[in-house]
C-alpha cells in the first residue's frame, strides 16, 4: 500500500507593519506648524473686518427701525421723552424697541417713570445686541450708537421731526453715529451727541473702535464708513437738515 503524500511545507512570511517613526511625527507636526503661522495673519484681519461688518449690520438694522418708526408715527421718534416739567425720561432707542423685535422687553417698561427708576431696573441692564459694536469694550448695557441733537439736526431734542423736513438731501444728512468708549452711555439713558462731539471724533485714533474711522447711519438708511481724516466742514454740513449744504457723497464721505 502507497504511503500517503507528505503535506508540503509552507515557508511562512513575517506579517510585520512598519510603524511610523518618531522622525516622521516631527516632520508632520513641523509641517502643520508652519501652516497655522502661514493662516494666522489672515485670521486675525479677519476678526476686525467680521467686528467691522457687524457694527455696520446693527446700524443697519437701527436704520430699518427709525424708518419703520417713521411710517408707523408719520414722524422720527423724539431724541428723549420728557414728563410735565421737562425732564427727560427715555431715550429715542428705547421708543424704537418694538422695531428691532424687542416688543416684549419695550412692554416691561414703565414710560411715565425715568429709564433708571427702580421699576425699570430689569431692562436698563439688558443687553440689547443691535444697540451694540463687537469692537467696543463697553458695559453689555451700554451703547456708543449716539444721535446727534439739536435745533437744526433731525433730532431736535424733545420733538419729533418728519423726513420731510430734510431739504438738503436724505442721503446727506446724518442720523446716527458710533462715538468712542469714553462717551459711551446706557442704551436707555436720554443722551446723545451735539455738533462739537461729532466734529472731534477721530482727534485720538486711539479711542475708535475701528481703524480710520467709524460708523455713520446716514437718513437714506445707508451706513457709510466715515473717515477721521473727514474736514468739520463737511462734518458740520452732515448735521443739518436745511442748510443749503452740499456734499460730494462719491469724494466727501
Known amino acids: 500500500m502507497a504511503?500517503?503524500?507528505?503535506?508540503?511545507?509552507?515557508?511562512?512570511?513575517?506579517?510585520?507593519?512598519?510603524?511610523?517613526?518618531?522622525?516622521?511625527?516631527?516632520?508632520v507636526v513641523a509641517i502643520i506648524g508652519i501652516l497655522i503661522a502661514l493662516m494666522l495673519p489672515s485670521v486675525r484681519s479677519a476678526r476686525p473686518a467680521a467686528r467691522r461688518t457687524q457694527c455696520k449690520n446693527n446700524l443697519k438694522q437701527i436704520g430699518l427701525a427709525?424708518?419703520?418708526?417713521?411710517?408707523?408715527?408719520?414722524?422720527?421718534p423724539p431724541a428723549y421723552t420728557v414728563d410735565a416739567d421737562g425732564n427727560r425720561l427715555h431715550s429715542w432707542r428705547t421708543l424704537v424697541l418694538p422695531f428691532i423685535e424687542q416688543q416684549a422687553l419695550y412692554?416691561?417698561?414703565?414710560?411715565?417713570?425715568?429709564?433708571?427708576?427702580?421699576?425699570?431696573a430689569e431692562v436698563f441692564q439688558t443687553h440689547i445686541q443691535a444697540y451694540a459694536c463687537p469692537s467696543a469694550a463697553l458695559s453689555k448695557n451700554q451703547t456708543a450708537f449716539l444721535a446727534i441733537v439739536g435745533p437744526d439736526t433731525c433730532f431736535p431734542g424733545s420733538d419729533a421731526r418728519s423726513f420731510d423736513a430734510i431739504e438738503?438731501?436724505?442721503?446727506?444728512?446724518?442720523?446716527?453715529?458710533?462715538?468712542?468708549?469714553?462717551?459711551?452711555?446706557?442704551?436707555?439713558?436720554?443722551?446723545?451727541?451735539?455738533?462739537?462731539q461729532f466734529v472731534a471724533f477721530g482727534k485720538d485714533k486711539d479711542t475708535l473702535h475701528h481703524s480710520g474711522g467709524t460708523h455713520a447711519l446716514i437718513a437714506d438708511g445707508s451706513v457709510r464708513f466715515l473717515s477721521r481724516e473727514l474736514s468739520a466742514e463737511t462734518r458740520r454740513a452732515m448735521l443739518t437738515i436745511a442748510n443749503g449744504d452740499e456734499i460730494n457723497t462719491a469724494t466727501d464721505f
Not at 427709525?66 to 422720527?76: F, R
Not at 438738503?168 to 462739537?196: K, Y
Open 3 to 27: 504511503a500517503a503524500p507528505r503535506p508540503t511545507a509552507r515557508r511562512l512570511r513575517p506579517n510585520h507593519k512598519r510603524g511610523i517613526t518618531v522622525l516622521e511625527v516631527l516632520v
Open 66 to 76: 427709525l424708518h419703520n418708526y417713521h411710517d408707523t408715527y408719520g414722524s422720527l
Open 107 to 120: 412692554e416691561k417698561i414703565d414710560l411715565s417713570k425715568p429709564w433708571n427708576d427702580p421699576a425699570n
Open 168 to 196: 438738503d438731501g436724505t442721503d446727506q444728512t446724518l442720523l446716527v453715529f458710533e462715538t468712542d468708549a469714553s462717551n459711551a452711555v446706557n442704551w436707555m439713558e436720554p443722551v446723545d451727541a451735539e455738533e462739537p
